[in-house]
């Protein structure tokens, strides 16, 4: 069946260092989300890529979709503790969406 | 501003109990899911609506039903509860479903135990 796979699983940084996660499908994407879950909260959206290519950034994070719409990635500049949290990507196939099995990531003071 | 409102947040049940989760939306969204989240698994949608007297079957449908009688309701039924059923489960809403999916707007979940 369709789905999207996400690395690492887990990522601890120091803060300050820098942080990326990544999504891979086996088949194209009409689309890609990403979203944020705070531990012990629901997943809060972050962002839509539609486009080819597309490339987009929201203070310290960068999003980007690929050439080929079969991979995504999200990262993070400069971690800070606020950033806690596991990140999940859910890619869009026609009228369906399934969701990467996230990446936690722990900030270091 | 309520959104999503899941009932209950926390419950524990025996083998082979039923009950129904609550979800409920003021947003006048058409979509509306439901999600259960498991370690290491991320978030498997169960089944969704795409509007009122409308479902279907997601990823992990086997022991749960569903129904859609008005836009703003989804309850989420569990048959005979067993334990691989303890999970986290989330509800979400939103505008609509389709090749240019809106973003999903998700409850504060429920976290349920079967002993």
Redesign the interface.
């Known amino acids: 069946?369709q789905q999207v796979m996400?690395i690492p699983?887990y990522q601890h940084v120091q803060e300050g260092e820098d942080f990326t996660t990544y999504c891979n499908s086996s088949t194209t994407l009409?689309?890609i989300?990403w979203y944020k879950q705070r531990p012990g909260?629901?997943?809060?959206?972050l962002i839509?890529l539609?486009k080819s290519g597309e490339v987009k950034k929201q203070k310290r994070l960068t999003f980007q979709f690929g050439e080929a719409k079969k991979n995504s990635s999200l990262h993070i500049t400069a971690t800070q503790t606020t950033d806690v949290g596991t990140y999940?990507c859910?890619g869009?196939f026609?009228?369906d969406?399934?969701?990467?099995?996230?990446t936690r990531l722990t900030v270091k003071p | 501003n309520a959104g999503v409102t899941q009932t209950p947040k926390f419950q524990v049940l025996k083998t082979g109990q039923s009950m129904t989760l609550q979800c409920a939306q003021d947003m006048n969204h058409e979509y509306m899911s439901w999600?259960r989240q498991d370690p290491?698994?991320?978030?498997?949608?169960i089944h969704y609506s795409v509007g009122a007297g409308i479902t279907d079957q997601g990823?992990v449908p086997n022991g749960y039903n569903v129904s859609r009688s008005t836009t703003e309701d989804f309850p989420l039924r569990l048959l005979s509860a067993a334990p691989s059923q303890t999970s986290v489960y989330?509800c979400?809403s939103s505008y609509s479903?389709?090749?240019?999916?809106q973003?999903?707007?998700?409850?504060?979940?429920t976290r349920l135990s079967i002993l």
């Open positions: 069946g996400q699983q009409s689309n989300q909260g629901h997943p809060v959206f839509q539609v999940f859910a869009s026609n009228n969406m399934r969701f990467g099995a996230g | 999600y290491g698994m991320g978030l498997r949608l990823e989330f979400a479903r389709g090749a240019g999916n973003p999903q707007h998700f409850g504060d979940g």
